[in-house]
């Protein structure tokens, strides 16, 4: 399977905070604030802090998040989809109603129409106070004016994450 969980071994739980992390609060509240849109969307390029950002907020969140890495050898929507539902089954979450968060790190590294198929049947199929996470180095190929007029997408872009 193509679709890899990282750092190992925690399998599909958020990553550990590195040495030096700085912490976000603002953006945290920004993204603990926008539980009815269904889609968080963190797009910079390398070393800004998506990854941090979004375990910083797991953090905060009561929520159970799921974590994929998605990895450049990926094939097709049906190993992405694989991997979501092991993800699942290994959280072994048994309140679908309560909320959940499920994280696609790294999805710059899967080809666009893997990404954007399998986004938007998750994006279908969200449970109530769910929400995908794509954390990414591009710009998704997602109907993200339509998300966005629809007030169920939240953003977070290289001028939200630089240091000042």
């Known amino acids: 399977m193509s679709v890899t969980c990282a750092p190992s071994p925690t399998g599909h739980r958020v990553p550990p905070f590195r040495s030096g992390f700085v912490g976000r609060p603002a953006l945290v509240k920004r993204l603990l604030d926008s539980r009815d849109a269904a889609l968080a969307l963190i797009?910079?390029?390398?070393?800004?802090?998506?990854?941090?950002?979004?375990?910083?907020?797991?953090e905060a969140d009561e929520r159970p998040f799921t974590w994929i890495t998605l990895d450049p050898r990926d094939g097709s929507p049906a190993d992405l989809a694989?991997?979501?539902?092991?993800?699942?089954?290994?959280g072994a979450w048994t309140d679908r109603d309560s909320g959940y968060v499920l994280v696609?790190?790294?999805?710059?590294?899967?080809?666009?129409?893997?990404?954007?198929?399998?986004?938007?049947?998750?994006?279908?199929?969200?449970?109530?106070?769910?929400?995908?996470?794509?954390?990414?180095?591009?710009?998704?190929?997602?109907?993200?004016?339509?998300?966005?007029?629809?007030?169920?997408?939240?953003?977070?872009?290289?001028?939200?994450?630089?240091?000042?």
Do not use: C, N
């Open 43 to 58: 797009v910079a390029p390398a070393g800004y802090g998506k990854t941090a950002l979004v375990a910083e907020w797991a």
């Open 82 to 90: 694989g991997s979501v539902v092991e993800a699942f089954e290994e």
């Open 104 to 164: 696609l790190d790294d999805a710059h590294a899967i080809r666009p129409a893997v990404l954007k198929a399998v986004a938007m049947a998750l994006l279908k199929g969200l449970g109530p106070s769910s929400q995908l996470v794509l954390a990414s180095r591009t710009e998704p190929p997602l109907p993200v004016g339509r998300l966005r007029a629809h007030r169920e997408l939240v953003e977070v872009r290289t001028a939200d994450l630089v240091m000042t």
